[in-house]
Nanobody, 129 residues
């Protein structure tokens, strides 16, 4: 069983930065794709960014391109989301997610929540105007 624990959320002014971290348990972390999603009350969970197990492939949603960067440190079993130039519309609960480990996810990424098997508890990010 994989456990994911997010940290780094908080309150920041518009234009500021935050870095989210997601620590994962499990010995096959490097063969799992990781993703960040976010959700606001009353709306569906939204894809933010994803990274392959190798770290060589990433994808971002159009809404965060040029502002957010996903990266990972497989030696620490941790994935990060660096968020710059934050906007009030970035306010949400941010969730870390992991796929099962496989060759597919070592190289690939996905923006679909249904491809992810493990989820963290979420961390609140609030951006004030």
């Amino acid at each position: 069983q994989v456990q994911l624990v997010e940290s780094g959320g908080g309150l920041v002014q518009a234009g500021g930065s935050l870095r989210l971290s997601c620590a994962a348990s499990g010995r096959t972390f490097s063969s799992a794709a990781m993703g960040w999603f976010r959700q606001v009350p009353g709306k569906e969970r939204e894809f933010v960014a994803a990274i392959s197990g190798s770290g060589g492939s990433t994808r971002n949603s159009d809404s965060v391109k040029g502002r957010f960067t996903i990266y990972r440190d497989n030696a620490k079993n941790t994935v990060y989301l660096q968020m710059n130039s934050l906007k009030p519309e970035d306010t949400a609960v941010y969730y870390c997610a992991a796929t099962k480990s496989s060759g597919t996810w070592y190289w690939g990424t996905s923006g679909r929540p249904s491809d992810y098997d493990y989820w963290g508890q979420g961390t609140q990010v609030t951006v004030s105007s």
